[in-house]
């Protein structure tokens, strides 16, 4: 099977082949086109660098879409995963707080503190007038008297302190917290859905229905991420991939219907043109003169009706019995 460049196959040997026999034939009359049968090959990348743990498939095995053709060790990820559900866990207990706002036992507690310290501040003031009259009695010196006024300072601190917080649970939590606690909790979200999806990749799916075509890895090695390790050929579509000579190229279009042939086969194939190259390919031994341009071809695409069951490679001759009608 030829290897894919932006979606169209670059063509191997036997298509070279095919070039140069039709730019050695004199005629210019030419009514067919020849070319090999053809698949789409579709290669499957790693998504992760981990070694290769299982395979469900061998070399020339049908598979459907969906199904589990490899997989790779998903260790790292489901640990990263357990991390990061917690985390999220931990966020949604956080943005239900905030939008709950505070508990009555907190808010008891608040004004609890904040009488033991109005308490403590009575205390203080109280215990400082009275020094202060000791001392006009000179009964107490000046530097007790300048110990209990920081005492008094410390204590009424305190009380605005305690008050402010009791204010503030009052009033509930601020907006400003819930949308940061709302974020919070999206982001860890966020991550635990990038790693499920990680996860899920470790296992290499077929996304058509195929025949499994190579596996360049087997159990234990590691491939490097992006890097194929499977290859199907696609069983969606069946074609024909052709040149068609530059003679015949002003009769047939796309949508036109084609009978195809290959070697052993006395029935032929229906099948019908879905694309022509623009640009004309030619053999370089070549020069692109008047006499020459009947050596010119044009890639051409026919899908094969019913014809799934003929192997890749194969060549075929292709005709048009209605060329230019479609």
Excluded at 64 to 87: H, I, W
Excluded at 124 to 131: F, N
Aim: hydrophobic share 40%.
């Amino acid at each position: 099977m030829s290897a894919f460049v932006n979606g169209r196959a670059r063509w191997p040997v036997a298509g070279l082949i095919v070039l140069v026999l039709l730019a050695g034939c004199d005629r210019d009359d030419l009514d067919y086109a020849v070319g090999t049968v053809e698949r789409y090959r579709i290669d499957l990348a790693a998504d992760s660098g981990e070694p290769v743990m299982a395979l469900h498939v061998l070399e020339g095995d049908s598979v459907e879409p969906g199904m589990v053709l490899l997989e790779q060790d998903p260790g790292k990820l489901e640990v990263a995963l357990a991390r990061a559900r917690s985390e999220e866990t931990l966020a949604l207990a956080r943005l239900k707080e905030a939008e709950a706002g505070p508990r009555a036992q907190e808010l008891d507690m608040a004004r609890a503190q904040l009488a033991s310290a109005e308490a403590a501040l009575a205390t203080a003031e109280h215990e400082l007038a009275r020094q202060r009259s000791l001392i006009e009695q000179k009964y107490a010196s000046e530097s007790t008297v300048n110990l209990l006024q920081g005492e008094v300072d410390t204590a009424a601190a305190k009380v605005e302190e305690t008050r402010a917080r009791l204010d503030e649970l009052v009033e509930g939590t601020r907006s400003e917290q819930i949308d940061q606690a709302r974020a919070a909790y999206a982001a860890s979200r966020t991550t635990v859905s990038d790693l499920e999806i990680d996860l899920e990749r470790t296992k290499v799916r077929a996304p058509v229905r195929g025949v499994v075509e190579s596996l360049p890895f087997r159990i234990g090695e590691r491939p490097v991420r992006g890097q194929t390790v499977i290859s199907l050929l696609s069983a969606e579509r069946t074609f024909a991939r052709v040149h068609i000579p530059a003679p015949l190229r002003m009769q047939v279009a796309t949508g036109d219907a084609a009978d195809i042939r290959l070697d052993g086969h006395d029935a032929a194939y229906r099948g019908r043109v879905r694309w022509i190259s623009s640009e004309a390919a030619f053999t370089p031994y070549y020069a692109l003169t008047q006499h020459d341009r009947s050596r010119l071809a044009y890639l051409a695409e026919i899908d094969i009706d019913e014809g799934n069951r003929l192997p890749s490679g194969v060549p075929v001759e292709v005709r048009f019995p209605s060329p230019g009608q479609h």
